[in-house]
Nanobody, 123 residues
């Protein structure tokens, strides 16, 4: 069974940085990414990365500020978040997709989810 465990959330001031990590039980899926859900809002996709090539996806709201990466040896995925804004405040979830559609990473439903880590950005 695939297990995903997030870490790295916390409280940071606007303009600051945080790095989220997702520990996995192994890259047995096509793609893995980060989603977030702010209070009172729907969950949204933030970023996604293929486990076999360099393909990535970023939501418009984070492109240029967030960077997703992975370490196949450590079986970990990271989300480097820079220039954080109060509107980035949310619970961030790591999620994995068994079969990814080329060019549409993490777009058609994820198969595994972590429990989330809270990111709070103060103004």
């Amino acid at each position: 069974e695939v297990q995903l465990v997030e870490s790295g959330g916390g409280l940071v001031q606007a303009g600051g940085s945080l790095r989220l990590s997702c520990n996995t039980s192994g890259f047995t899926f096509d793609a893995i990414g980060w989603f977030r859900q702010a209070p009172g809002k729907e969950r949204e996709g933030v970023s996604c990365i293929s486990t076999s090539d360099t393909s990535t996806y970023y939501a418009d709201s984070v492109r240029g500020r967030f960077t997703i990466s992975r370490d196949n040896d450590k079986k970990q995925v990271y989300l480097q978040m820079d220039k954080l804004k109060p509107e980035d405040t949310a619970v961030y979830y790591c999620a994995a997709e068994n079969v990814a559609v080329p060019g549409r990473l993490c777009a058609y439903g994820m198969d595994y989810w972590g429990k989330g880590t809270l990111v709070t950005v103060s103004s």
